[in-house]
């Protein structure tokens, strides 16, 4: 059994409106009006650490408190939507694992599906602590950081933040148990923004569906019915695309819970954990009761976790 044990996020202190990107940026009025409907007030923006250190102190919220589970993590599994460049032979958490003796653990990186890889490495994650060897645990770091005003717009659809998120999965606990996880991966806008714009258009507008496929795909595997998931815990992008998403499973907007879209922004992979943290912080979050985690990418990536809390 797989156990989303520790969560832990960091996101930066600073922000800036959406309004005053509107304008550095000279995009359209309207796009001021769009983002109001959207639901995107202003987004985080990290100005003194780069991704690596922000992911440390994700990490660090969980590890300095609980130093015991050190020697239970065998994998460090990294996410990101923009992969960093780095120099030839250099290992940027190097030092990060001598400081908290996870020399041992192997490094490993995935990003194959944009926004969607937090469900990616959560499947890779469960996959090895199900084979219950030795060192099974697995840290998941993820995490990105825009590097130009340009970067964090995202045309008709949303702003990007700041953000990143630890998380701990272990094979014992209990905390979060890992009930059933679902990938999708329509893959027609394999060039991303950079797509011609009617594959764009058709992206924005086939999303909803995606989304509904990978959560009936999840209740399906695991047994469970719709009316037992208490919320869901989806990706910062806008709340005409969760409330399209909601309509179509005839629930109300309510059981989607994405406070930080208005405060972060999008932040890419750990939308889904912020919101997830901010829920425990609220008490929304009960015992034995049921809760998902909806990630959206660009180029039609989606992925559903169900855990039970």
Known sequence: MANINKIST??????????????????????????K?????????????????????????????????????????????????????????????KEYGLEKAQLLSVAQMNCASLNLAIEI????????????????????????????????STFSGDAAAAIYVSSD???????????????????????????YKWFLQSSPFGVVKVVRQALKEGKIPLDLIDCFFPSNVNTV??????????????????????DVGHAHNADPIINFERAQKANIVKKNHYYGLISIGIGGTFGCTVIQH
């Open 125 to 156: 994650a469960r996959r090895s602590v199900k084979a219950n060897s030795a060192r099974s645990d697995v840290l998941l770091l993820i995490g990105d950081k825009i590097i130009t005003p340009e970067m964090r717009y995202l045309n008709e």
């Open 241 to 262: 695309l969760w409330n399209r998403v909601a309509s179509m499973l005839d629930l109300p907007i309510s059981k989607f819970y994405f406070p930080s879209l208005k």
């Open 10 to 35: 960091y996101i930066s202190p600073s922000r800036i409106k959406v309004s005053n990107l509107v304008g550095e940026l000279r995009l359209p009025e309207q796009t001021n009006l769009m983002m």
């Open 37 to 97: 409907k959207f639901g995107v007030e202003q987004v985080a923006v990290e100005k003194e650490k780069n991704i690596d250190e922000m992911l440390v102190e994700a990490a660090k919220k969980i590890l300095e408190p609980n130093p015991s589970i050190v020697d239970n993590i065998g994998t460090i599994l990294v996410t990101y939507t923009f992969s960093p460049i780095y120099p030839y032979l250099y290992e940027p958490l190097m030092e990060f694992q």
């Open 173 to 199: 606990g209990g905390y979060n148990r890992i009930v059933s996880n679902s990938l999708y991966c329509e893959g027609k806008l394999y060039n991303s923004i950079e797509s011609p714009e009617s594959q």
